[in-house]
């Protein structure tokens, strides 16, 4: 019989944490497929795929080369109550089991149900970390106190502890950010490489999602391929393949979109970072090798933009998040109200931009930060969209979508539901944008030119409605200062077609 009973979450599948490193037949590594974690949205089929053929990967490395019991229920075992903690109270008893352990999970309704469920029952337990991130929970509401939250404070504080990109207490070169040199439109001025492709055969796993009838979002994948890195093996090759090939032109290109390079320069790593199949601080580490290795083709603007996305963003959204839940998903800070246009869920929809960033979601459950935040998020903030609404669409439709980094970066950055405390301005955007980082408004129903009248680009109506609309809230804002002067000065009657034609498309909104 086993003594201590271990859980591992779908998200914690990182082969060198502690727990692994030595063999004992008396402990007990339990991984489950249940439908509390299938249903508590409706996801997209591929993520849930990608989940569980990530699990069931790792499981049978565990039991084949770690050589550690595991128990692994899969959706379709009769004796799964689909449920965590009532089969976790099935194990307890099967086995007689004498001491529960656990990683810290990362998503609060998992981290307040285990406590509930370790209150409850009569057995010791114990919480682990999960040995996964570069910083603390609370060390970000610890940096900060009542002071205003701010991602470059956050950031250097970051970048000083790992001292990574440092010389002494100073940033390498003088110069911290390269923002500036990063907003480069893609015109085929270098080509994007061919990617690796994982030939991960799930037809089994999604005949079982059909059998159970589990309700998701998105295509199957085509010929039931996941190309998505579910091991360690193929993560790390996906890494090799960014630090090799995509980092030299990362920053650069990185605000760009395009509709034939959907993917562009970005690494795709966000899936085994966030199952935590690779660790953020071994991957920062493989760039500034290649970087240091060969500084003529990458250049310093491509390595501090890319370490500020996993050193900063990254590490400072889970700080947020672990600062201001459960409160936080209650943000509305400008009450908006109206639904979810139908077409984000099928991408039918005459405005190319989104008709490309939904489809590719809808196809690969994945699209890129920029298509993300400047285009579904940016429409959904324009059109006045309820953030509940929103924050449903983005938990669903990506493989990379865990709570503590959605819930960030959709209700605070995308949607400023928090009032500014992620972002210092909304990301808000006009067909002006739009036209100079991609090529989507080329081919488009609407003209681009027009703010009002017959075709006239939705986005640049409704843009200058949304800051006229909300500027009790946002006129003071000094970084909009200049949309403040513009909306001062326009002509009345200029405005006045303006508001009408945004009104217009926003009671309209489903025939977009
Ligand atoms: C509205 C909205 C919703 C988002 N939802 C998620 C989500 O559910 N899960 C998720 O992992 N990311 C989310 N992001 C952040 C970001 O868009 C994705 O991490 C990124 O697109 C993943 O692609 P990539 O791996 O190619 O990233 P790259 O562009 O190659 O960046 C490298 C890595 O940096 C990290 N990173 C970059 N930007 C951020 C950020 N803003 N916050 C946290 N980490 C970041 C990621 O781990 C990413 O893999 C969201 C962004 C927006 C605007
Ligand atoms: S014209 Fe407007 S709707 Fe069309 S792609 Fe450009 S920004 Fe999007």
């Given at each position: 019989m086993f003594q201590t009973l271990r859980l591992i979450l779908g998200d914690q599948l990182n082969d060198n944490h502690s727990w692994l490193k030595e063999k004992n037949d008396?402990?007990?590594?339990?991984?489950?497929?249940?439908?509390q974690e299938t249903d508590y949205v409706v996801h997209h089929i591929q993520k849930i795929l990608a989940f569980f053929a990530a699990m069931r990967n790792f499981a049978q490395e565990l039991q084949n080369k770690g050589g550690h019991k595991v128990f692994y229920f899969t959706l379709d075992n009769p004796e799964n109550r689909q449920d965590l903690c009532k089969n976790l109270e099935l194990l307890i008893q099967k086995f007689q089991i004498q001491k529960f352990e656990y990683q810290l999970p990362d998503e609060y309704r998992l981290d307040k149900q285990l406590s509930e469920f370790c209150q409850k029952i009569s057995i010791p337990s114990q919480a682990f970390d999960t040995e996964h991130f570069l910083s603390e929970r609370n060390e970000v509401s610890k940096h900060f106190g009542t002071k205003n939250y701010l991602l470059e404070s956050f950031y250097r504080k970051m970048r000083k502890k790992y001292n990574i990109l440092m010389e002494g207490d100073k940033p390498l070169t003088g110069r911290w950010n390269y923002d500036a040199e990063n907003r480069?439109?893609?015109?085929?001025?270098?080509?994007?490489p061919n990617e690796p492709f994982f030939k991960n055969e799930v037809t089994d796993l999604i005949k079982t999602l059909q059998k159970h009838q589990i309700q998701t979002i998105g295509f199957i994948p085509p010929n039931?391929?996941?190309?998505?890195?579910?091991?360690?093996?193929?993560?790390?090759q996906l890494l090799e393949h960014f630090v090799s090939n995509l980092l030299p032109h990362f920053g650069t290109?990185?605000?760009a979109m395009h509709t034939q390079e959907p993917h562009l320069f970005h690494s795709q790593l966000?899936?085994?970072?966030?199952v935590k199949i690779l660790h953020p601080l071994e991957v920062l580490q493989k760039a500034i090798e290649a970087w240091q290795s060969n500084p003529q083709k990458v250049s310093i603007a491509q390595i501090e933009g890319f370490v500020r996305q996993i050193l900063g963003w990254r590490e400072y959204?889970?700080?947020?998040?672990?600062?201001?839940?459960p409160d936080y998903a209650k943000n509305n800070y400008f009450e908006h109200s109206a639904p979810l246009p139908s077409w984000y869920w099928t991408g039918e929809t005459r405005m190319n931009c989104a008709k490309f960033a939904i489809s590719q979601s809808l196809q690969e459950a994945f699209a890129h930060h920029i298509q993300r935040l400047m285009v579904t998020g940016n429409i959904a903030l324009l059109l006045g969209v309820s953030p509940d609404e929103v924050d449903k669409w983005y938990l669903g439709i990506y493989r990379d979508a865990i709570e503590w980094v959605e819930i960030t970066n959709t209700r605070g950055m995308s949607q400023y539901a928090d009032g500014g405390l992620v972002a210092s301005k909304p990301y808000t955007a006009s067909a002006n944008y739009m036209?100079?980082?991609?090529?989507?408004?080329?081919?488009?129903?609407y003209d681009k030119k027009k703010r009002h009248g017959k075709r006239a680009c939705p986005l640049n109506s409704l843009y200058w409605e949304f800051h006229y609309r909300h500027r009790e809230k946002l006129s003071k804002n000094q970084r909009l200062g200049m949309v403040y002067q513009t909306l001062a000065k326009m002509d009345k009657a200029e405005l006045q077609k303006i508001v009408e034609q945004a009104e217009f498309y926003r009671k309209n909104s489903e025939n977009l």
């Open positions: 008396k402990t007990l590594y339990v991984l489950m497929e249940i439908r480069k439109k893609y015109n085929y001025q270098v080509s994007v039931n391929i996941l190309n998505v890195p579910i091991s360690r093996k193929q993560a790390l290109y990185e605000d966000s899936f085994a970072l966030n959204m889970r700080g947020v998040y672990w600062a201001k839940m036209d100079k980082m991609s090529n989507y408004c080329e081919s488009c129903f």
